[in-house]
Structure formats: C-alpha cells, structure tokens
C-alpha cells in the first residue's frame, strides 16, 4: 500500500501546477527567436527615442501609500470571512478581531504623525 495514500489528489495537483509552468517557459524558450543587437537592449517609451537618463529614481511616497493600501486591502481579506460567520464564532474570535483592528489602527495612527501619508 502507499504510504500517502491520502495524499494523492494533493501530489498529483502539486506535480500538475508544477509542471504547467515549466513546460510553459520551456516551449517558450524553444519556439521565441532569438535576436540580438544595440536596439533590444535600449529601453522602450512608446515607440519615442529615450532622450536622457532613462534611470529615473521615483519617490518613496509611492511605495509608502501602496504599502498602506495592501495592508488594509489585507485587513479586509482577513476580516471579511470573521464576518460571515460572526454568529458561530462567538465572544473570543470578535476579542481577537478587535485586537487585529486595534492594531492596524496604531499603525495607522504612527504612519500619519511620522507623516508618511503627507503627500508634498
């Protein structure tokens, strides 16, 4: 008998998602041509002739205000099924629900005075 035998749906969809992409870039790699030269190594802009330093340094602005939406859009992916089942949970899943918010909120609350979120 094999040993995981309970575990075969879980090893054959594992070997299967494994094996899409690697057959995905190797068919790729075997079937893309292949050129070289000065002109696939210059940067695209629309089809325009890059004028300048096309290394541009962008502002952590961006990244702070992305990072502060991905941790609220999380927020809610975590909240959201705490909500459907609220009424089964019970009194100490809405404590630890309230901790969680509780948390985001202080984080919140320092990236705001540290003015992370001043946008200027």
């Keep these: 008998m094999y040993l995981f035998s309970e575990y075969d749906t879980f090893w054959i969809y594992l070997s299967i998602s494994s094996l899409i992409p690697i057959l995905a870039f190797s068919i790729s790699r075997s079937l893309a041509p292949i050129s070289k030269g000065a002109e696939k190594a210059t940067s695209y802009e629309s089809g325009i002739e890059p004028m300048g330093d096309t290394w541009i340094q962008f502002r ?56 992370a979120l001043e946008w200027s």
């Design 60 to 115: 952590i602005r961006y990244y702070m205000f992305a990072l502060v939406f991905v941790v609220f859009d999380v927020e809610t992916v975590f909240l959201y099924p705490w909500a459907m089942s609220f009424d089964i949970l019970g009194l100490f899943t809405f404590i630890e629900a309230f901790i969680f918010v509780i948390i985001l909120i202080v984080g919140l609350v320092y990236a705001w005075r540290k003015g």
